[in-house]
């Protein structure tokens, strides 16, 4: 590049001197202050680069380069003291740009621009774009000015947390083997891993003695069966069955911790039922003692009292015994413990809406239903949903929108319905029993409002219970 003529210099000496004169008395340049970005100058030939896609899983140091630039044109005598991009997510409504400080060579913190990725798209390791727009600080003989050196594309792949799609209790009341291990699923919701990171299960108490186990993936079950290698399987940092109850604690793998780490529930808690939660984003647990299962079955005529995964109905439990779920029903029907067997069973009394042990069949006219349970006081309640429907912006919430129960599809469904932005969707004309939050897991407990663009849409809302319920639509 050829040099700048002395006019040119002295010309942009000038605008930096002059854009820049409150900095005359700053002399601390190792943290300089940022000029109004308004009153950033361009210098001719002296622009950022875009690098090359970044995925942060093969960055081993702590930083790393989010774009380019070079000195060549500089005027003379002039130093850049530090940097910094104002990233906009791309793809993202209502987006704020964000601001990451640099070195004078493009090189930003490993840390921070994780950090920004999750806050705005989450955890999941998908490659993200952003809209860069770069500022350098530049200083000669204690001036300062700020240099607008243009936008560059920055694509990044933030690093995905170590998480499995399937974790088990290995141990329990069974065995610690892969085989037992299989029966004891943690349960998820349908969202990304990386999005909802948190596991769930209830296992059940022993019976006599203490209850004690660890937790593994696919991976440490396999190691295990093959070698048996139980260092890949979970256990409390605490030490070998120190774990407290009810309280967030630190789990790591086995070949990180002095011992075993097996967590153990003491027989004194009296505990029939155990809850395990996992988060593995931060691999934290909370082992909470249960005197109810958190999840029963209803089974009957409408499934042809089918044991398969896809035919029983599970009612969600809140701890206390009490559960509910949303089902079509048609004559008889019972309610049982386990998906698989009939060692504790719920069924009629004699009483009306009075449960037994053991009981008979309980029956009721075909419909779908609204059902709670409570285990506590062994009583039941059936109500009837005669309609789900959508109520929303489209018409200020005041009229409703009705879906209709198809009963081969297990789904409430309309076609032509009319959205305006946010929306809700409620029973039998009323807010009493009203669903809303993300689409594939709605929930009738503090639910937010739905939103989708103005237009007509097929709507299938498939209704069960907490954890399961999901809202499918496409646009006509």
Known sequence: MKKLSSFILLAIAGMLFGACSEYSDYDDWADPQHNDEENAITLPGFT???????NLADVTADSVAVFSVSTAALP??????????????????????????????????KADLQ??????????????TFSGHVYMDATKNGTAALIDAGEVKVVVTPVAPDISQHYY??????????????????????????????????????????????????????????????????GTTKGNGKNELGKEESMDFR??????????????????????????????????????????????????????????????????????????????????????????????????GVLADNGGNLST???????????????????KVNTISVIGNVDGWADDQDLTYNVADGAWEATGVKVNGEFKLRMNHAWEVSWGGPFDNLTSVNGGNMTLPEGTYTFKFYLSCEGHNRLVYTKE
Not at 81 to 96: C, F, Q, S, W
Not at 100 to 107: A, M
Not at 115 to 127: D, H, M, Q
Not at 317 to 341: I, P, R
């Open 48 to 54: 950022a680069s875009a690098v090359d896609a970044i």
């Open 76 to 109: 003379e005598g002039y130093e850049l003291t530090d940097g910094r991009i104002k990233l906009m997510p791309e793809g993202v409504e209502n987006a704020t740009a964000s601001e990451l400080s640099t070195t004078v060579t493009g090189v930003a913190s």
């Open 115 to 128: 950090s920004l990725i999750e806050t705005v798209y989450g955890k999941a390791p998908e490659a993200r």
């Open 169 to 234: 209790i290995v141990g329990g009341t069974k065995g610690w083997n892969k085989a037992d291990a299989l029966t004891q699923p943690f349960s998820h919701s349908e969202t990304n891993v990386y999005d909802d990171p948190v596991f769930t299960i209830t296992i059940p108490a022993a019976a006599d003695g203490d209850t004690w186990f660890a937790i593994g993936d696919d991976q440490a079950l396999d190691a295990m069966e093959a070698n048996d290698d139980t260092s890949r399987l979970l």
């Open 255 to 352: 070949s990180n911790l002095e011992d075993d780490g097996s967590f153990c529930v003491p027989a004194s808690t009296g505990a029939k039922y155990i809850r395990v939660q996992i988060n593995m984003l931060n691999y934290t647990y909370i082992i909470t003692p249960l005197n109810f299962p958190q999840t029963i079955y209803e089974i009957g005529n409408e499934t042809g009292w089918s044991e398969a995964d896809d035919k029983l109905h599970p009612l969600v439990g809140s701890g206390d015994g009490k559960y509910q779920g949303f089902y079509y029903l048609d004559g008889e029907f019972k309610f049982k413990q386990n998906a698989k067997d009939w060692a504790v069973s719920w069924g009629a009394s004699g009483t009306d």
């Open 365 to 383: 006219s075909a419909g779908f239903y609204q059902i709670d349970v409570d285990l506590a006081t062994l009583t039941y309640t059936l109500t």
